[in-house]
């Protein structure tokens, strides 16, 4: 999302579920006043502040569908007490997949629930309490019942989310379990703290449960959409808001999850190394410089900048060249510009220095930015594919950026639980700028067979088996595989990269039609003829033999008269 002049963010507040309304103050709390926390309202004066009014916030407990997210940028979720629908799940990451952001707190107790959406985006809601030992149920700092929470223990990095944020808390808070490759943690908790097993019985610690560093934040890059996880959301209350650095992070919170992008700060005589913030060809980064002096006595010097090829910086329509000076004056001081990424920019990592031409070393920051490249797929929802049989499959890549795109490769991943579905690319391609291309792969299915666990298993199977060559097999449906779509592409240095596309989309495998064999028919009816021709052989020796028996019978009656006459 660039920002342009006029843009309105619009927010869906989700209430439904069970979640907590923007307006009614919390209620079910271990410690403290309801009334003293109070609602969400200064959250959402502290969100129009930032964007300078540009903000409407709606509140909603209808079933989320597909029509009413695409009227919204960002949708807040908090603490729901019943699980979204399969279906409202699917409209949720599609949403969030094209670009929308999401927000999401928790609660204490029983996550299951919360866990079935969340899980999607790489974050799993514990269900739990995160408890100090050395205050009880929350933790006291100078403040209110409350959790420190620390945004960079040891080496960890520390977040653009987490930029001037020093000290925030936690209250009531569930603990997180972090997960895949495009969700990171973000704040954690100091060394005392623990996460208490909820129903255990008790508020204690119990031997095995996590003590210290226990992730409480987390946020979740999924398609083009940001997603943002809190097992708290009791900090962002009116009576919680202004203690500490809180209002800060809901400011922070509401510019990147929009992709509004927060502020970067550089000041001089200090090397910044900022983490890489993702853009778009055509974003803008405001940049605030601080000119600040080393000893706090008034200074003057000159600041420029170093610029990459594809980024331009200005204010307004005012647009200065490479190595301009920025700015002339005393230090102290202060000044804001854009840092603009050029629609032609080549994907890949960049380097912007601040140079202060007073200092002897001359630079002041350094500002490093990730530029991605801008696609449209059209990849179908639902492939078929029969085990043993390949498929071609066409797709569309749409490349809406100016740059060339160079070795673009599309990798597929999806296995089942009773099959692997395999997807090969026949050959790179490259796509120009502000143009479509079309990628071919070969999609091939293999069946997996599992050892028979028992003897019964293993008839039962070779009997099936046996039906099928005697009666044939219809075309049947296996299972269905759900497909991983990345899309890996050559940057400005050679580097290979990849991003996640978005939506939800599967393989249905099918077993394929068998026709009777005939050989072996063949062969049963040999077999049967066989045996047939064996028993009429039988049959007619039993008769010969019954027919001399009775003929030897007839013979002694008349021996035995010859004999007496005799």
């Known amino acids: 999302m660039t920002i342009i002049p006029g843009f309105h963010l619009k927010v869906l507040w989700y209430s ?141 990095e520390t977040h653009p989310l987490m930029i001037g944020v020093n000290r925030i808390a936690v209250f009531e808070s569930s603990s997180l379990r972090v997960f895949g490759d495009y969700s990171e943690e973000i704040a954690w908790t100091d060394i005392d703290a623990y996460s208490d097993r909820w129903g255990d019985g008790n508020f204690g610690y119990d031997p095995g449960e996590p003590v210290g560093g226990i992730p409480v934040m987390a946020i979740s890059q999924y398609g083009s959409g940001r997603v943002f996880f809190s097992g708290d959301g009791d900090l962002f209350r009116d009576g919680n808001i202004e203690i500490m650095d809180h209002e800060k992070l809901a400011e922070n919170l509401i510019l990147w999850i929009s992709k509004l992008i927060p502020p970067v700060e550089i000041e001089t005589h200090r090397i910044i190394d900022l983490p890489g913030e993702k853009v778009y060809p055509g974003d803008s980064v405001e940049i605030i410089v601080k000119m600040r002096s080393e000893n706090e006595v008034e200074d003057y010097t000159h600041l420029e900048t170093i610029l990459p090829i594809g980024f331009s910086i200005g204010k307004g329509d005012v647009v200065l060249r490479d190595r301009e000076v920025l700015w002339t004056g005393e230090v102290p001081g202060e000044f804001h510009y854009e840092l603009r990424v050029n629609e032609d920019a080549l994907p890949g990592v960049y380097e912007i220095q601040f140079l202060d031409n007073e200092k002897e070393e001359g630079e002041a920051g350094l500002l490093r930015l990730e530029v991605l490249p801008k696609l449209g797929i059209e990849f179908p929802d639902v492939l078929e594919v029969e085990v043993g049989r390949e498929e071609r499959v066409k797709i569309e890549v749409t490349n809406y950026s100016r740059a060339r795109l160079n070795g673009v490769e599309l990798l597929v991943r999806a296995e089942g639980e009773k099959s ?147």
């Open 16 to 156: 439904g579920n069970g979640g907590e309304s923007i307006f009614e103050p919390d209620s079910d709390i271990l410690a403290g006043d309801p009334q003293e926390w109070g609602s969400f309202s200064k959250l959402i004066e502290v969100w129009r502040e930032a964007l300078n009014g540009a903000l409407t916030v709606d509140e909603t407990t209808e079933r989320l569908s597909r029509d009413l997210l695409n009227k919204y940028h960002v949708l807040v979720i908090s603490s729901p007490k019943e699980a979204f629908s399969e279906e409202e799940i699917k409209y949720i990451k599609e949403f969030v997949s094209n670009g929308g952001g999401l927000i999401v707190f928790g609660d204490k107790g029983e996550n299951r629930h919360l866990s079935s959406l969340s899980e999607e985006f790489g974050v799993e809601f514990n269900s739990d309490l995160v408890i100090d030992p050395n205050i009880g149920h929350c933790v006291s700092t100078h403040y209110t019942p409350e959790l420190i929470v620390n945004p960079n223990p040891g080496k960890r």
């Open 420 to 566: 692997i579905v395999s997807f090969i690319q026949e050959e790179d391609i490259s796509i120009d700028g502000e143009s479509k291309n079309v990628i071919h792969l070969k999609m091939s299915a293999s069946e997996v067979i599992e050892r028979p666990k028992s003897l019964k298993e293993a008839i039962l199977r070779d009997v099936q088996e046996l039906k099928e060559k005697l009666l044939g097999r219809r075309r049947t449906p296996l299972e269905d595989v759900d497909l991983l779509i990345n899309l890996s592409y050559l940057d400005k240095d050679g580097t290979r990269r990849s991003v996640q596309l978005d939506g939800d989309r599967e393989a249905r495998v099918f077993l394929p039609e068998k026709k009777p064999d005939f050989m072996l028919w063949a062969m049963i009816l040999l077999i049967l003829a066989f045996m047939f021709f064996i028993s009429l052989v039988i049959r007619n020796m039993r008769k010969r033999k019954q027919k001399s028996s009775s003929h030897e019978r007839q013979r002694l009656p008349d021996m035995s008269q010859s004999l007496y006459r005799a």
